[in-house]
């Protein structure tokens, strides 16, 4: 069993910036990388990024590419998503899966998943 455990959520004024955590208490072989997903009161859960734990290669949504930057820390653990130029469209509950390496997008591709920290960002 794995636990991931989010950090780093809050409240922001558009513009702003957030840096979230996520810290995976110990890592499988199946953990082929991590991802950050969110989701919005009344929508369905939506990929942000994503990275790969062996070579750091990054995925990211198209809505956030140029604003946010997903990266990790082995020795830790951790993966970091750096949100900057925050909208408030960017509100929601951010989650991190454990991805299994197929269709990055999709959340059936994820296997754990943490408990989500809410962002909130005001206009």
């Known amino acids: 069993q794995v636990q991931l455990i989010e950090s780093g959520g809050g409240l922001v004024q558009a513009g702003g910036s957030l840096r979230l955590s996520c810290a995976a208490s110990n890592r499988t072989f199946s953990m082929y990388g991590m991802g950050w997903f969110r989701q919005a009161p009344g929508k369905e859960r939506e990929f942000v990024a994503a990275?790969?734990?062996?070579?750091?290669?990054?995925y990211h949504a198209n809505s956030v590419k140029g604003r946010f930057t997903m990266s990790r820390d082995n020795a830790k653990n951790t993966v970091y998503l750096q949100m900057s130029s925050l909208k408030p469209e960017d509100t929601a509950v951010y989650y991190c899966?454990?991805?299994?390496?197929?269709?990055?997008?999709?959340?059936?591709?994820?296997?754990?998943w943490g408990q989500g920290t809410q962002v909130t960002v005001s206009s």
């Open positions: 990275i790969v734990w062996t070579t750091g290669t990054t």
């Open positions: 899966g454990s991805w299994r390496g197929n269709s990055v997008h999709m959340t059936s591709s994820y296997e754990y």
